[in-house]
């Protein structure tokens, strides 16, 4: 089972997914895409961890999605991806260096971590909630 969950920033999202993950009776591995580079989301990552139960694991992968979730998924598990907003904008970092005109497809490792995503998710085993 996938499940994508939207909304806007900060309006629970996390909060959500995470009661979803525990109402899954599954073993659940949170998958952390946010990466500490200023003080607030240092002060986020912090918050965050404190909110997750205790038996969980975690992974943190700013990059490499599509392998984390190939190497951690399985039948009677629940991957929880938070969150793919930071996941999009650490693969887009060097958006800024493009030439006038130029999209995201002009970079490498965004079109190749989409698309490795995208052929990805299908396949999977146990639940995955983005």
């Not at 994508?4 to 993950?21: H, M, P």
């Not at 525990?22 to 998958?31: D, K, M, R």
Request: hydrophobic share 50%; aromatic share 4%; with cysteine.
């Amino acid at each position: 089972m996938k499940e994508f969950i939207l909304g806007g920033a900060r309006s629970g999202k996390s909060a959500f997914a995470q009661r979803r993950a525990t109402a899954s009776g599954q073993g659940v591995i949170y998958l952390a895409t946010a990466q500490a580079g200023d003080a607030e989301m240092t002060e986020r990552i912090a918050r965050h961890r404190a909110e997750r139960p205790d038996g969980w694991g975690l992974v943190e992968e700013p990059l490499a999605l599509a392998a984390a979730l190939r190497a951690h998924a399985a039948p009677n598990r629940c991957l929880l991806v938070d969150c793919l907003t930071l996941w999009l904008a650490n693969l887009l970092t060097d958006a800024d260096s493009l030439p006038p005109g130029a999209d995201a497809e002009a970079l490498p490792l965004f079109r190749a971590e989409r698309d490795a995503l995208l052929a990805t998710l299908p396949t999977l085993p146990g639940r995955i909630i983005l």
